[in-house]
């Protein structure tokens, strides 16, 4: 368990804990760790959620796949990120969306008894969890958010402005390439470059290839609204 201590410290379910601690609780629960490669699947849309997912090493991808093969990518998550957390603890406890990883990743598997056992060990796990929980509840208020605006623009403006919040810079790094980005944002590839370039010509932002800065933050509000 030492081997993944720093990944297990940077995880919120684990936050403000000692290592010690962290390595004391865990030795008395059971967990299991399983190690994936590249386009492995984790866990497929439909099959039954009974474990949280630490992830140890790498990073997953959360997909949406459609019955023509279309792919939404919904979300992308790093080492010490979680899944699975609003859904053990579900009546219908099944996974809604299919996780796949991007590289290789170790991923730490912990069922829901045993999630009630470290809450126990230790209430600042409790704390985490549900502070977890009601963060993901934001996030997916602002997918939904994003994802009704009416237009290209209006969403590109959502999300950016979603990032200044949270990045606090009008320097923003994004961890997508455009093809993720459209996914994210659910619109053609090709139709999110061309806005980019529109509003890029506007004046009210810059890019370089992950790199997007804020020029005029308020021509970038208005547009949420025009």
């Not at 990120?81 to 912990?110: C, D, Q, W």
């Not at 053609?188 to 890019?207: N, Q, V, W, Y």
């Amino acid at each position: 368990m030492k081997d993944y201590i720093v990944q297990l410290s940077k995880c919120l379910l684990f936050k403000d804990i000692d290592e010690e601690d962290i390595i004391q609780i865990l030795d008395k629960i059971d967990f299991k760790i399983m190690i994936y490669n590249n386009n492995e699947v984790i866990a497929i849309e439909g099959e039954d959620c009974h474990s949280l997912g630490i992830i140890l090493k790498g990073k997953v991808e959360i997909q949406k796949i459609f019955p023509s093969g279309q792919v939404m990518t919904i979300n992308i998550f790093n080492e010490g990120n979680i899944f699975g957390e609003s859904l053990v603890f579900s009546r219908e406890h099944v996974y809604p969306a299919t996780i796949t990883p991007i590289e290789h990743s170790e991923i730490m598997f912990i069922k829901k008894e045993d999630i009630i056992k470290l809450s126990m060990l230790n209430s600042k796990v409790l704390t985490n969890f549900v502070s977890i929980l009601s963060q993901r509840i934001l996030m997916l208020n602002n997918r939904i958010a994003n994802l009704s605006q009416d237009t290209i623009r209006k969403k590109i403006a959502s999300y950016l402005l979603h990032e200044y919040k949270k990045q606090k810079t009008f320097i923003l790094n994004i961890p997508y390439t455009r093809k993720r980005m459209a996914e994210l944002l659910n619109v053609p590839r090709p139709s999110l470059s061309r806005e980019l370039s529109h509003m890029k010509a506007e004046g009210i932002i810059d890019f370089d290839k992950n790199t997007i800065k804020i020029l005029d933050i308020q021509l970038l509000e208005e547009s949420l609204f025009g």
